[in-house]
């Protein structure tokens, strides 16, 4: 691209932002000269250095949450022209020069673009997804695991708790009970570990319960998002079936 052309281009931003967790959402627009290789997150921090808005005013710089920059913490993740994604791997030669950026809509905002994600943190608590151990001394090897859990395992461990599932799902909002996609495929992630297991009925017990699994309408929306591609239906389905013979059997022991 000729280097006077390159100049006249610019990066179009229209962020919607919100000064407090209780204020007014208001849109405000910025212009930045275009740069090839930008992605969102670097427009941004160069908004940040110089805030000046389109018009020239002096504003706030806006806010937003980031960590790795590499697509593994989820914590950037937001609409970028009305889709969910990370704004780090949101390349401009991809995306467009003309943005719209929003915070996503199932997390409540804390400022700008950075909303607080505890609400999944909580229900990844709720569903137990860990593995106690019952020291912190040398127990030895651990049980053998499948290849073919193992394989299955590895799958559902890429999910970075981005939350762009959640905001795909139907079923789930800021008020609703339901877990939500990505915690509850992680109780499939810990009850195929030969430890984990041990606290197999446990989690599926959660699951049995209001918020739990009866609340998917399986509509599918989850899947298309995952930026890891983490099997999230084919996942539910079968633990559909994990809680209904969890279901049966404790029952029979009753
Ligand atoms: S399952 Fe996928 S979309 Fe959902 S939180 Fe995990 S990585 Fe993100
Ligand atoms: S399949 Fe279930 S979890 Fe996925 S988007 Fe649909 S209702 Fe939500
Ligand atoms: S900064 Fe970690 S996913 Fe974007």
Redesign the pocket.
């Known amino acids: 691209m000729e280097e006077s052309s390159m100049a006249e281009k610019q990066i179009k931003l229209k962020i919607k932002r919100q000064d407090t967790p209780t204020s007014v959402p208001y849109w405000e627009e910025f212009a930045i000269p275009y740069v090839p290789g930008h992605n969102v997150i670097s427009v941004l921090m160069e908004i940040q250095k110089n805030p000046l808005n389109a018009a020239g005013k002096k504003t706030t710089p806006v806010v937003w949450e980031c960590n790795c920059l590499e697509e593994i913490c989820g914590a950037c993740t937001m609409l970028i022209n009305g889709s969910v994604r990370q704004a780090c791997s949101a390349l401009l030669d991809q995306v467009g020069t003309e943005l719209t950026l929003e915070p996503v809509s199932k997390f409540p905002v804390v400022r700008d673009l950075h909303v607080d994600r505890q609400k999944m943190f909580d229900a990844l608590k709720r569903v137990k997804a860990w593995i106690p151990i019952d020291g912190t001394y040398d127990m030895g090897e651990g049980p053998h695991m499948a290849p073919r859990d193992q394989e299955e395992g590895y799958h559902l461990a890429k999910c970075m708790t981005c939350g762009c ?1 959640m905001e ?5 909002n800021p008020r609703s009970t339901f877990l939500g ?1 990505a915690p509850i495929t992680q109780v499939r992630l810990f009850n195929l570990h030969p430890t984990g297991a041990l606290n197999r009925s446990e989690r599926l017990e959660i699951l049995m319960e209001e918020g739990g699994i009866a609340e ?7 899947v298309r998002v995952c930026p890891k591609d983490v099997p ?2 084919k996942t ?1 389905a079968e633990l559909n079936k994990d809680v209904n013979l969890e279901g049966f059997f404790g029952f029979l022991k009753k």
């Open positions: 599932c795909a799902c139907p079923q789930y996609p998917c309408g399986n509509a599918q929306n989850c999230l239906t539910l």
